[in-house]
């Protein structure tokens, strides 16, 4: 592709992918629904998969969405924990 319609570099990480983990993590874990907890877990996997199958992304850009997804998660629960002084689970 011509430099002026593709960037290569554009695509990693894959934010799709780590959007959706995170959205996956709080349905999974959030929900008393069974169906909606079985939902959130299939989620994030479904849109790695699309990435990866739709040529849009490689492997590594969803493991690198899902690091600094989890990352950030890490990250917001320790500014939580800070904040209000509860201990957060390991």
Do not use: C
Not at 14 to 20: E, K
Not at 33 to 39: E, I, K, P, Y
């Amino acid at each position: 592709y011509p430099a002026s319609v593709a960037n290569w570099y554009a695509a990693m990480p894959s934010l799709h992918v780590g959007w959706t983990l995170l959205m996956g993590i709080a349905l999974a874990t959030r929900s008393r629904n069974r169906l909606v907890r079985a939902f959130g877990i299939v989620l994030p996997v479904a849109m790695s998969a699309a990435t990866v199958l739709t040529a849009n992304h490689y492997l590594a850009d969803g493991l690198a969405g899902t690091m600094v997804a989890l990352a950030g998660l890490a990250f917001a629960r320790q500014l939580r924990a800070d904040k209000t002084g509860e201990r957060t689970r390991a």
